[in-house]
């Protein structure tokens, strides 16, 4: 069987590799020059003299010729910095974790800690550990009594706030919330509840006055009112917007079983990162490597495909670009590969657009069950929402909070009254302009360098990485600026996933990618869909070849189970039924 993966992000690379595994002829096609998990990461030389690539030049006299030799014998290294930032927490990530176990990827534990702020001032700190680690409050809490006060009240508010939000996810996680917490009418409707509703009623409930036993005296609590104006609308929003790169507004409207699966999850897990000397290049030739490996021409680097067609098998017709060489303009090559199955790694825009000519083809060719299939495909592909997304990295420290309130994670809030000059249409930096509409959170990430840097005592070697900045970045202190796209969680997974996948022994496309799993489209989701579609695909090969349901077995043959820990962390991931939403 010959398949093709289309797109080289980290759901394509997965498939890719899976297929592999299991003997299946691979075709890896990507339209950019390098592999796409790892197309956007920036290579900063390790020198001794310089910080700065383009400051290394000299001339050819004298001493500054020892130090040209110098700069280029220590820039044989270079320090790589992935972009977007590839940190994730244990809990919401078993399949990652899995892959990485069965790749030999080493990963350090890193529990991230939080500061959250507005134009104002820094107004929380989160120590991470889930909540498990000694508090610490904002600076401004030791500037007088009546700020420590304040601060440490809010502190205690904002842990009884996150104990109850624990307790429902647990609720919630098995499916038992009360109708009027899941459901935002009386009646079974079609979307689930949002954060929005969840906050209003929730909060409501908590404004009552509730009555002490035996003197039967009523008391009232700031607590609602606390609940929805500071712990909904100041840190679990300001997170989940970075956490999604999505607004506000975007929060607002999530489905909140998605929110309280992910609390459930992630509490008491770990956060980790990649292993020094390990980055998305890393992984990207690594889940490569066995594509390449069935010779030249199965990995298909700056290749641009311009449709799909069937004609019982499926054939692509694709543009390669041919580098410039010899002061001769660059060039394209047009050609047609055929094989048995196509597997869409790609946004889901660029999807819709492929699938459209596959649909008018196999129409003509009478296949009008998997024509119609592709049809719903489409239609689906049509409900997923995107974000764009801006990650600046640099090393303008004038964006982060004081030094006291800056932690790994450093996130800013803006409200629609802040504003920063110069505009961005005239600064040559992009950056994010706060509306009522869209309002994102700028989250900085403070990324220390090699330990022989630190050594060194180079401390101005600090990397920041912003996304969605909302303020100005000095662009003499930028190394890159990346535009991504992000899918938004899905409101109505349940009727949407069904359509993305496999219903038929004949399909002949399939869909990977992080908006077609449950959940917050991550890596995870990448991951998952396609252990997922190569599950699907083996097993319709299987049954359409011999007649019989194919036995279940682990995709590619890895332990898949080993990326959701020990006894405790399996037993807390245990649920009644498997939903939808896992």
């Known amino acids: ?70 700069t280029d014998k220590d820039s044989e290294e270079k320090w790589v910095v992935d972009v977007p930032m590839r940190g994730f927490q244990g809990g919401y990530y078993p399949l990652l974790l899995s892959l990485f176990h069965h790749l030999q990827i080493p990963l350090e534990t890193h529990n991230y800690k939080f500061s959250f702020s507005s134009s104002q001032s ?43 939000l624990v307790i429902l996810s647990f609720v919630a996680y098995h499916d038992l919330l009360p109708r009027c917490l899941s459901n935002p009418g009386s009646k079974k409707t079609e979307n689930e509840m949002t954060l929005k509703e969840f906050t209003s009623i929730l909060s409501a409930f908590l404004t009552q006055p509730f009555t002490i036993p035996i003197i039967e005296y009523e008391v009232w609590t700031p607590l609602g009112e606390l609940f929805e104006s500071f712990f ?34 992630t509490l008491g897990t770990d956060h980790y990162q990649l292993s020094k000397g390990y980055t998305a290049s890393t992984i990207a030739e690594l889940l490569a490597k066995p594509i390449r490996e069935q010779g030249e021409g199965y990995v298909r680097l700056s290749t641009e495909i311009m449709g799909l067609e069937y004609d019982g098998d499926v054939s692509i017709k694709m543009k390669k670009s041919t580098a410039q060489r010899q002061g001769q303009q660059e060039g394209e090559e047009e050609e047609r590969i055929t094989v ?10 660029v999807a819709k657009i492929l699938l459209e000519g596959l649909e008018s083809s196999l129409n003509n060719n009478r296949q009008i069950k998997e024509g119609r299939r592709v049809g719903q495909m489409r239609a689906a592909l049509g409900k997923v929402n995107y974000r764009e997304t801006i990650v600046v990295t640099h090393r303008d420290t004038a964006i982060l909070p004081f030094p006291k309130d800056r932690r790994d994670l450093n996130f800013f809030l803006p409200d629609t009254s802040f504003s920063s000059r110069p ?40 990397v920041l990485q912003t996304t969605n900045p909302a303020v100005a970045i000095d662009p003499s202190k930028v190394l890159s600026v990346s535009k991504l796209e992000r899918a938004l969680p899905l409101k109505q997974p ?60 682990p995709a590619g043959k890895l332990d898949w189970e080993v990326g959701k820990g020990g006894r405790f962390a399996r037993t807390w991931r245990w649920r009644w039924y498997e939903s939808t939403w896992r």
């Open 423 to 462: 505009s961005p249409e005239t600064h040559p930096i992009p950056y994010l302009i706060s509306t009522e509409n869209a309002i994102y959170t700028q989250a900085t990430q403070i990324i220390l360098p090699p330990k022989r840097l630190r050594r060194r005592g180079r401390t101005d070697a600090m």
């Open 340 to 349: 048995d199955k196509v597997v869409l790694a790609t946004p889901a825009s």
């Open 1 to 70: 069987m010959k398949v093709a993966v289309i797109g080289s992000g980290l759901a394509g690379l997965t498939t890719a590799y899976l297929l592999r595994k299991e003997g299946v002829e691979v075709y890896l096609i990507e339209k950019s020059s390098k592999l796409g998990f790892h197309s956007q990461s920036v290579e900063i030389p390790l020198s001794s003299s310089s910080n700065w690539p383009e400051k290394s030049k000299t001339t050819r006299n004298g001493r500054r010729v020892r130090e040209r030799d110098r």
């Open 494 to 553: 349940n009727k949407i996933l069904p359509q993305l996948r496999s219903s038929s022994l004949d399909s002949c496309v399939y869909i990977v990618g992080s908006y077609a799993y449950p959940g917050i489209p991550l890596l995870e989701g990448c991951v998952g869909s396609a252990k997922m579609t190569v599950e699907s695909l083996l097993a319709d090969a299987y049954e359409r070849r011999t007649g019989f349901v194919r036995p279940i077995l």
């Open 232 to 265: 909904i609308s100041k840190l679990v929003i300001p997170l989940f917007s970075s956490v999604g790169t999505m607004t506000t507004k975007d929060c607002l409207q999530l489905p909140m079983k998605v929110i309280l699966e992910y609390i459930h999850l």
């Open 122 to 164: 820094t107004y929380f700190i989160h120590s991470g550990s889930s909540g498990y680690s000694i508090p610490s409050l904002p600076s401004r809490a030791y500037q007088n009594i009546f700020n420590l006060v304040r601060d440490m009240a809010t502190f205690v508010g904002v842990a009884i706030c996150y104990t109850l």
